[in-house]
């Protein structure tokens, strides 16, 4: 039987209430010059080693509402908190929420402002697992801010990885990889809205977007090997036809639709997928992977990746992100090596660390013929919420989900068995109702001298996509294409459903 090698259980939140919930005046002269507002001065601390955290604070007043104070800069409803911030705000009762990251707890409380209120707070922040000791780097591929903010964002969440998304009508000016403090950005990475595809330059020559206005462009971008192309969303209409002109290098299976308090609905281009099926903000998420997992049931061995589109989604940044796993210090191209050979963990929350036979992801086992291959799994997680069960998936669907309860240091988990070539990974979900707070390691393979079988029902989904697609969209226009800024030909899409038929 397999065992989890070991389980840090940190989602129990702290929480923190300033002053008994009450921040009174320290004078009442100065009371009587602020009737209608008070000044708190915040900083945040490892809990540790006492060092001055980069953090952000997400402020609600008496309603829910997020609040927005003057002179301190923030996004959709985030606060930046760097060094000691000064918030002035008017008198009434607030709520808040520091995060410094996925890798330490997150600090909540509420507070009452009084009139001509001034007061000064040190919130200790207590790390629940330092990954890059480990040798795991987290990066966020989709990352919508501009760079002046970059290295600022990058630290409040912890990461050592950033590409910094253009628009379709955009135009990169600057193909140079920067890194300051370990970390390292991008600004050379491209998107069509329509498709949500994402290129990440990879020459010296700064991508423009607008040049990408068909298929066969993106396909001579790829050509060309100017760019790194990643699918950004696995449910668009599209990504059949993207798969079989092997158009890309990973698949984004944590988007900018997952965000941290609800699950969107499938927009416009999307393939919808069944409700009764998929239903609730969950079943958007386990949508995006079964698609995925489709994939590679094909025999198309991509590796998962995650972005938080923060900047333009209402995701803070590296909300989703993927951890690559590497030997000794991050470097930009050692991470993208790592990448594509698929060692990584994709999260939005619980910080997932697998081994099977004490390897990592992205390894291969060799069967024999005519035996059965065992394969034990062990794991370290540490979350910042309640877990509410371990998947472990064989071949795109789940042999069984592990309950954990609040207690549990060690669960008996199942042995995984293959007598044929497949692949297998350990996918871990929080107990969250709202959106859909997981995380999933990269596919581990098992090859038993013919490479990694095709299966027909994947194949079939894939096909099925086309017709459906080939219904909606093929019109009777000059150029005999389909509609939208990315757009392809009938011979494009024959050649996709070509394909799929030699793969039928």
């Given at each position: 039987m397999l065992h989890v090698r070991r389980i840090r259980l940190g989602h129990k939140i702290l929480i923190?209430?300033?002053?008994?919930?009450?921040?009174?005046?320290?004078?009442?002269?100065?009371?009587?010059?602020?009737?209608?507002?008070?000044?708190?001065q915040l900083e945040a601390v490892d809990a540790a080693t006492?060092?001055?955290?980069?953090?952000?604070?997400?402020?609600?007043?008496?309603?829910?509402?997020?609040?927005?104070?003057?002179?301190?800069?923030?996004?959709?409803?985030?606060?930046?908190?760097?060094?000691?911030?000064r918030i002035r705000l008017p008198v009434g009762n607030y709520s808040f929420e520091l995060d410094c990251g996925l890798e330490y707890a997150p600090r909540k409380g509420q507070f009452s402002m009084q009139p001509g209120a001034r007061d000064r707070r040190v919130l200790s922040m207590r790390r629940i697992a330092n990954l890059a000791e480990e040798g795991w780097f987290a990066g966020d591929i989709d990352f919508r801010h501009r760079e002046r903010d970059a290295l600022t964002l990058m630290k409040a969440a912890g990461l050592h990885i950033a590409c910094l998304t253009l628009s379709a009508s955009s135009r990169a000016t600057d193909a140079t990889v920067r890194s300051e403090e370990h970390r390292y950005w991008q600004t050379n990475v491209v998107t069509d809205e329509d498709t949500s595809l994402l290129a990440i330059g990879l020459a010296d020559e700064p991508l423009d977007a607008s040049s990408l206005s068909t298929f066969a462009d993106w396909r001579m971008l790829k050509k060309g090997g100017k760019a790194r192309i990643i699918a950004g969303a696995p449910d668009?209409?599209?990504?059949?036809?993207?798969?079989?002109?092997?158009?890309?290098?990973?698949?984004?299976?944590?988007?900018?639709?997952?965000?941290?308090?609800?699950?969107?609905?499938?927009?416009?281009?999307?393939r919808p997928r069944d409700e009764q099926l998929y239903p609730g903000p969950h079943g958007h998420g386990r949508w995006l992977h079964d698609i995925f997992f489709h994939a590679l049931n094909c025999g198309l061995a991509l590796p998962p990746v995650a972005g938080s589109g923060a900047g333009k989604s209402l995701n803070p940044p590296g909300y989703h992100r993927v951890y690559a796993q590497l030997e000794g210090e991050c470097e930009w191209d050692k991470w993208w090596r790592s990448v594509e050979a698929g060692r990584t963990v994709v999260t939005n929350g619980p910080l997932l660390r697998p081994l099977a036979e004490g390897f990592g992801p992205g390894h291969?086992?060799?069967?024999?013929?005519?035996?059965?291959?065992r394969?034990?799994?062990?794991?370290?997680?540490?979350?910042?919420?309640?877990?509410?069960?371990?998947?472990?998936?064989?071949?795109?669907?789940?042999v069984r989900s592990v309950r954990l309860d609040d207690e549990a240091t060690e669960n008996t988990l199942p042995e995984l068995e293959f007598s044929a070539g497949g692949w297998f990974l350990v996918r871990v979900v929080a107990e969250v109702e709202e959106t859909y707070r997981f995380a999933m390691s990269a596919p581990f393979f098992v090859d038993f001298g013919q490479g990694l079988p095709v299966r027909r029902k994947s194949v079939e989904f894939f096909r099925q996509a086309l017709d459906d697609l080939a219904a909606r969209e093929l019109d009777s226009s000059k150029d005999g294409g389909m509609r939208g800024a990315s757009q392809v030909s009938r011979e494009e899409w024959q050649a996709a459903m070509d394909f799929w038929n030699a793969r039928w």
């Open positions: 923190v209430c300033l002053l008994a919930c009450l921040i009174a005046p320290c004078s009442s002269t100065w009371a009587q010059r602020h009737p209608r507002s008070g000044t708190l006492d060092q001055s955290l980069t953090g952000l604070i997400f402020l609600k007043d008496g309603q829910g509402r997020p609040v927005k104070p003057r002179r301190v800069r923030g996004w959709h409803d985030y606060l930046l908190l760097t060094g000691q911030a668009h209409e599209h990504f059949p036809i993207w798969l079989a002109h092997g158009l890309l290098d990973a698949v984004q299976v944590a988007n900018a639709s997952l965000t941290r308090d609800s699950a969107k609905p499938a927009q416009t281009g999307t291969t086992f060799q069967g024999i013929p005519g035996e059965t291959l394969i034990q799994v062990s794991l370290d997680l540490a979350t910042r919420d309640k877990i509410a069960y371990i998947d472990f998936i064989q071949n795109g669907s789940v």
